[in-house]
């Protein structure tokens, strides 16, 4: 009896390991760089950039954080010789934000340095709140050696409001998303809501202040990028770009690998800038537990599987 138990409890494990497998084959390019590549290059035939991200975060062991920034510079060169229009996305903790400021300060400053010499642009991705002073500061410090960086602000957060403010005033580049990660009510909007009201008052922020360095408003540089799959999100993106004297190349929509390829496809054909996150790398376990759980179709869609054979 026991041991048919544990028989079934090992199936289930299987079945389960399989089917996040499944979903982590739609939602990452792989284990290694040349399939990150090979993904980037299909993205471009589609009239689409890449944005890169090895997957990893947290790390504390020095060994592992020089891997990964070896690994991004590996990127870096890449994307130049190989022609793709693409960049990369770093999580601060990947670099040792977790370990000191100071460290992934040094480690930042040292992956700058290759993009510069390649003129790639870099994004640096936001983490949970114990982290978010320390990235902006980061972030800050940088775009004094380069400006082709940009940062990402997150709707869930009260804080976002003057941070955005800060950051256009420092010349920054914002990518805007809602949040990954579940914030206390002290520092975050709890209901959607709240966090969707948030992201209508950023957006007409970035679009009032898009003008702010007008060299660029002509030449198409990016300024700032709309991350989200939310249909009225962006159908709101296009009513302020309209009633602005915003260029078209000055901000792009950007959508993660594997989710609403129609709508991507769609803001090509009507001339938008689009890039899709495109994570790869061994660990795509926990990133594809995040993205199921943000999405309770996702696990009604793996249940039912579970049961059907
Ligand atoms: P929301 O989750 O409300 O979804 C809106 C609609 O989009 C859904 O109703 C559904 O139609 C569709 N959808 C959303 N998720 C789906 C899924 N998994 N499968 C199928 N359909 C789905 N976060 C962060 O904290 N720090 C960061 O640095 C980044 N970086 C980043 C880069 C890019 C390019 C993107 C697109 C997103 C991020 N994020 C992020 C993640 C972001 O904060 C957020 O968790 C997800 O984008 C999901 O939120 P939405 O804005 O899509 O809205």
Not at 85 to 102: A, H, M, R, T, W
Request: net charge neutral; aromatic share 10%; glycine share 4%.
């Amino acid at each position: 009896m026991e041991s048919n138990h544990s028989h079934s409890q090992s199936h289930d494990h299987l079945l389960m390991e399989r089917l996040l497998l499944r979903l982590a084959k739609k939602w990452t390019a792989g284990h290694d760089i040349e399939a990150a590549l090979t993904e980037a290059k299909a993205c471009n035939i589609k009239g689409q950039k890449a944005i890169l991200n090895y997957l990893g975060e947290d790390y504390t062991d020095e060994e592992k954080i020089s891997q990964t920034i070896k690994e991004y510079s590996t990127l870096l060169e890449r994307l130049y010789e190989d022609k793709i229009e693409g960049c990369i996305s770093v999580k601060p903790s990947q670099l040792g934000l977790s370990i000191s400021y100071d460290l992934c300060l040094k480690n930042f400053k040292a992956l700058v340095t290759v993009a510069k010499s390649f003129e790639e642009f870099v994004w640096i991705d936001m983490e949970s709140t114990k982290y978010t002073d320390n990235t902006l500061e980061i972030y800050l410090t940088l775009i004094n050696y380069y400006d082709h960086i940009g940062v990402v602000l997150q709707s869930t957060l009260k804080r976002s409001a003057s941070d955005l403010l800060h950051l256009i005033e420092a010349g920054g580049k914002v990518r805007l998303v809602k949040g990954a990660y579940k914030e206390k009510q002290q520092y975050a909007f709890q209901s959607n809501d709240d966090i969707n009201s948030n992201y209508f008052k950023l957006l007409e922020t970035l679009f009032d202040n898009h003008n702010l360095r007008s060299e660029d408003v002509d030449n198409g540089i990016l300024r700032f990028a709309i991350a989200t799959h939310d249909t009225k999100l962006i159908e709101y993106t296009i009513e302020l770009w309209k009633k602005s004297k915003a260029n078209i190349k000055n901000f792009e929509f950007e959508f993660l690998k594997g989710i609403r390829d129609g709508l991507k496809k769609d803001l090509v054909e009507k001339g938008f800038r689009v890039a899709e996150y495109i994570p790869y790398g061994k660990e795509w376990l926990h990133y594809s537990i995040r993205r199921l759980m943000e999405r309770k179709r996702n696990i009604f869609l793996m249940a039912r599987s579970l049961i059907q054979p």
